[in-house]
C-alpha cells in the first residue's frame, strides 16, 4: 500500500510540474496570430453552336441540297449541330420552319408515317445522336446527345415555333479534351428526306429551317 501512495504522489508531483512549466512563458518569446484569407471565383456560362457539313466538322454550312427528285427514289441531305457549353444541366436544341418546302405554288406533303419511302410524295427530317452516327465514324466526338421522340424516326416540318428535338442534360461537354477546341462539341447528325409521286408539280423547292440550342442552367 505504500509503495502504491508513494508512486501516485511522485505522478501527482510530476503532472503538476509539467503543467507549471507549460503555463509560463519567457518575457522574449515569440507569439503567434491568425488570420484568414477566403479565394473566389467565378466562371460564366458559355455556349457555341454553328451548322456544319455532317463529314467535317470544321465546315460552317446553310444550305442542305436535296438534288433532282425523282418517282422511285428517296433523295436525302444531312449537315450536323455543332455544340458545346459548360452549362452545368447540358443545353436543348429545337427548330422551327418558315413555311413549307414549296415552290410558290405546291407545297410538299409532311410525311406521316415515320418513314419516307418512294412512290410517295413525302418529305419529312430526322435527328441522330452523336453516339448513333450523328457524326464522323472515327468516333472523335463524344458526349452523346439524348434525341426527343418521335425524331428517332422522319417527322414534319412544318412547326412555327421552336420545337425541341435533343437535349444533354447530364453537366458540361469535357470527355474530349485537347485540340483542335471543336472535339471538345457533341455533333447532333439531322437529315432531311424527300421523295416524290408522278403528281408531284414541277418547279424549284425551297424551305428555311432555324435552329436554336439553349445552354440550360
Request: proline share 4%; glycine share 8%.
Amino acid at each position: 500500500m505504500k509503495r502504491y501512495f508513494a508512486k501516485a504522489v511522485s505522478i501527482a508531483a510530476t503532472l503538476s510540474l509539467a503543467i507549471s512549466t507549460i503555463g509560463i512563458l519567457p518575457a522574449n518569446a515569440a507569439q503567434s496570430k491568425y488570420a484568414y484569407v477566403d479565394v473566389t471565383a467565378q466562371v460564366n456560362q458559355t455556349l457555341a453552336f454553328d451548322i456544319v457539313s455532317a463529314t467535317d466538322a470544321t465546315t460552317t454550312v446553310n444550305t442542305c441540297a436535296l438534288g433532282t427528285l425523282s418517282n422511285g427514289a428517296v433523295n436525302s441531305c444531312s449537315y450536323a449541330l455543332r455544340i458545346a457549353t459548360n452549362a452545368s444541366s447540358g443545353f436543348v436544341a429545337g427548330f422551327r420552319a418558315v413555311g413549307e418546302l414549296t415552290n410558290g405554288t405546291a407545297n410538299f406533303n409532311h410525311v406521316a408515317d415515320g418513314t419516307v419511302t418512294t412512290g410517295t410524295e413525302e418529305y419529312g427530317l430526322r435527328v441522330f445522336a452523336s453516339a448513333d452516327g450523328g457524326y464522323s465514324a472515327t468516333n472523335t466526338y463524344a458526349s452523346p446527345s439524348v434525341i426527343n421522340a418521335p425524331y428517332t424516326t422522319d417527322q414534319p416540318i412544318n412547326m412555327t415555333t421552336s420545337t425541341p428535338v435533343a437535349h444533354f442534360s447530364t453537366g458540361p461537354f469535357d470527355s474530349h479534351k485537347g485540340t483542335p477546341w471543336y472535339q471538345n462539341s457533341t455533333l447532333i447528325k439531322v437529315r432531311h428526306s424527300a421523295s416524290i409521286s408522278v403528281g408531284t408539280a414541277q418547279g424549284a423547292y425551297t424551305q428555311r429551317v432555324w435552329w436554336e440550342v439553349t445552354a440550360s442552367p
